[in-house]
């Protein structure tokens, strides 16, 4: 069975850094197969796109909205992905997803093979 489990979310203040974590597993998941990609669902709207990586780590993506800000990255020893993010506005506030898809990465792809649970990041100003 394969796990995805995000860590690292919570209350933090507007203009406040987090990284996101994003622990995989399973007998079946060969991480270094995968691209990653971040996902986020705010409250009342469409889940969008954040950020990708590709399967080496060599290529990321970026929503126009966290370029600049954010950094992904991934671990292909330990199977972990993050998200580093700095300057966090109040509309960062969203669940926040990591997805694993066995494609080339591409920021318009939402049809993902494996889904995490998802993880809250709150921003208060």
């Known amino acids: 069975q394969v796990q995805l489990v995000e860590s690292g979310g919570g209350l933090v203040q507007a203009g406040d850094s987090l990284r996101l974590s994003c622990a995989t597993s399973g007998r079946t998941f060969t991480f270094s197969s995968y691209a990653m990609y971040w996902f986020r669902r705010a409250p009342g709207k469409e889940t969008e796109f954040v950020a990708a990586?590709?399967?080496?780590?060599?290529?990321?993506y970026y929503a126009d909205s966290v370029k600049g800000r954010s950094t992904i990255s991934r671990d292909n020893n330990k199977k972990m992905l993050y998200l580093q993010m700095n300057n966090l506005k109040i509309a960062d506030t969203a669940v926040y997803y990591c997805?694993?898809?066995?494609?080339?990465?591409?920021?318009?792809?939402?049809?993902?093979?494996?889904w995490g649970k998802g993880i809250l990041v709150t921003v208060s100003s």
């Open positions: 990586i590709s399967q080496s780590g060599s290529e990321t």
């Open positions: 997805a694993a898809d066995d494609r080339v990465p591409r920021p318009s792809y939402k049809i993902m093979n494996y």
